[in-house]
């Protein structure tokens, strides 16, 4: 099963579920840069941030922000219909 970033991050713009995708993006890149100070320097996560970085510019730039955020009470809509490329 493909992780969730990696499906909001790599889709066409047009097939993200994500309602909110230009607020919602960055917060869920910079919530993941905060997990990832627990766990720098495993490969798994070491592997994800360069496999998404590679994929998508997007991420990437966000990525190299900086940026970090705490896990907050946000609500994360999308569409009422479910699309496959998704999952």
Known sequence: MP???????TVPEDDCPLVFRDEERPVMVATLRAAYGRYALEPAWEGLIRRLSAASPYFARLWDTGDVARPGGVCRCSGTRRRASCG
């Open 3 to 9: 992780n969730t970033l990696w499906s909001l991050f």
